[in-house]
């Protein structure tokens, strides 16, 4: 974690005294906020790497804090990781539907979260080539700006959906496994009841099939596939796209 910036929300000084101490000691810069507003100018001027949200702060919720921003549109994402003590499934289905990359409940272990620090870190800087721009069909994907555009109109996602866009198009045409894109897209399983995957490839179909015609096709018992209309898909065995 050296040389990030990390962004710690949460109202209570207890919670931002050990996750900023273990964050220090992992090298990494760290500013911390107790407020929704202070997380938002915090943001503005820090501007962080990461940022670990609580949900429950006394002016905006962390939904609210995320909702505002994902609007103003910053280049490349900010990545969120939630760590609240809000557990339920809703809960966790709209912290992810909002643009969170991951979501962890209180009590927490503080290694499990390091760990997920450092892999939503290492996913937010591992698309290789940058500077490379993808296209299939009127889908265009620019990895150095990481923004997308379906034909004229821009598709505004999110840092998992965008990893997960990526690497459904450097593998265009070949069938990829939840396995494969849960092992490429996240470095873990998750400990919740959600399925990641087709949660996000849910999210990700909505922004798509909203400019035009579906691009990515599941096949059944084997996974999923994104190819412009037409042709047949053909499986993958690495699905490394390399």
Same mark, same amino acid.
């Given at each position: 974690?050296?040389?990030?910036?990390?962004? #710690?929300?949460?109202?209570?000084?207890?919670?931002?005294?050990?996750? /900023?101490?273990?964050?220090?000691?992992? &090298?990494? =810069?760290?500013?911390?906020?107790?407020?929704? =507003?202070?997380?938002?100018?915090?943001?503005?001027?820090?501007? @962080?790497?990461?940022?670990?949200?609580?949900? *429950?702060?006394?002016?905006?919720?962390?939904?609210?804090?995320?909702?505002?921003?994902?609007?103003?549109?910053?280049? @490349?994402?900010?990545?969120?990781?939630?760590?609240?003590?809000?557990?339920?499934?809703?809960?966790?289905?709209?912290?992810?539907?909002?643009?969170?990359?991951?979501? *962890?409940?209180?009590?927490?272990?503080?290694?499990?979260?390091?760990?997920?620090? /450092?892999?939503?870190?290492?996913?937010?800087? &591992?698309?290789?080539? @940058?500077? $490379?721009?993808?296209?299939?069909?009127?889908?265009?994907?620019?990895?150095?700006?990481?923004? /997308?555009?379906? &034909?004229?109109?821009?598709?505004?996602?999110?840092?998992?959906?965008?990893?997960?866009?990526?690497?459904?198009?450097?593998?265009?045409?070949? #069938? #990829?496994?939840?396995?494969?894109?849960?092992?490429?897209?996240?470095?873990?399983?998750?400990?919740?009841?959600?399925?990641?995957?087709? #949660?996000?490839?849910?999210?990700?179909?909505?922004?798509?099939?909203?400019?035009?015609? @579906?691009?990515?096709?599941?096949? $059944?018992?084997?996974?999923?596939?994104?190819?412009?209309?037409?042709?047949?898909?053909?499986?993958?065995?690495?699905?490394?796209?390399?």
């Amino acid at each position: 974690m050296d040389q990030h910036r990390i962004l #710690v929300v949460d109202d209570e000084k207890g919670i931002t005294d050990l996750v /900023a101490m273990a964050l220090h000691l992992q &090298g990494a =810069a760290v500013e911390v906020a107790h407020t929704g =507003a202070d997380a938002l100018r915090a943001v503005r001027v820090f501007r @962080p790497h990461l940022v670990v949200l609580d949900v *429950m702060l006394p002016d905006l919720d962390g939904f609210e804090v995320l909702d505002r921003m994902l609007s103003e549109r910053p280049s @490349p994402p900010v990545p969120v990781l939630f760590l609240t003590a809000r557990g339920d499934l809703d809960d966790r289905l709209r912290g992810l539907a909002s643009g969170g990359d991951d979501y *962890m409940t209180k009590p927490f272990s503080v290694e499990e979260m390091l760990l997920r620090v /450092a892999a939503i870190l290492r996913r937010s800087e &591992g698309i290789d080539d @940058p500077g $490379r721009r993808l296209v299939v069909g009127d889908l265009e994907l620019d990895e150095e700006s990481h923004q /997308a555009r379906r &034909g004229s109109e821009p598709v505004h996602l999110t840092p998992t959906e965008f990893r997960l866009l990526h690497y459904l198009m450097v593998n265009a045409g070949h #069938v #990829v496994s939840k396995a494969q894109i849960r092992d490429r897209v996240w470095d873990y399983s998750f400990d919740g009841n959600v399925n990641m995957v087709e #949660v996000y490839i849910s999210y990700l179909r909505k922004k798509l099939d909203a400019h035009g015609p @579906p691009l990515v096709r599941t096949v $059944r018992g084997v996974g999923y596939c994104l190819r412009a209309s037409g042709g047949t898909p053909t499986s993958s065995d690495t699905g490394t796209g390399r």
